[in-house]
Nanobody, 124 residues
Framework: QVQLVESGGGLVQAGGSLRVSCVASGRTFSSYAMGWFRQAPGKEREFVATISGSGGSTYYADSVKGRFTISRDNAKNTVYLQMKRLKPEDTAVYYC?????????????????WGQGTQVTVSS
């Protein structure tokens, strides 16, 4: 089992940048694919980006492709989401998530470990 804690959210103007982080507990972090999801007020939670355990493969939602970058530092048990050219529609609570160990990073429905979320607000 893994526990996830996000940080780094905040208020930023449209066009600005922000990086959110997620620290995972445990000693087998590299065995977990990691993902970022978000939920805006009144909307369902949606996928943002995922990364494989090694960090060698990534996958993005079309809405953030080219603006967001997911990365990880396995030595620090941390996954990051660098967000650039932010838009008001990116406003949401951003959640870090992981599936069971060794599950493919592409199996989005299998992400069953979740952090508490961090609020990102983009003002126009």
């Amino acid at each position: 089992q893994v526990q996830l804690v996000e940080s780094g959210g905040g208020l930023v103007q449209a066009g600005g940048s922000l990086r959110v982080s997620c620290v995972a507990s445990g000693r087998t972090f590299s065995s977990y694919a990691m993902g970022w999801f978000r939920q805006a007020p009144g909307k369902e939670r949606e996928f943002v980006a995922t990364i494989s355990g090694s960090g060698g493969s990534t996958y993005y939602a079309d809405s953030v492709k080219g603006r967001f970058t997911i990365s990880r530092d396995n030595a620090k048990n941390t996954v990051y989401l660098q967000m650039k050219r932010l838009k008001p529609e990116d406003t949401a609570v951003y959640y870090c998530a992981a599936p069971e160990p060794y599950v493919s990073f592409l199996r989005l429905s299998d992400y069953n470990y979740w952090g508490q979320g961090t609020q990102v607000t983009v003002s126009s």
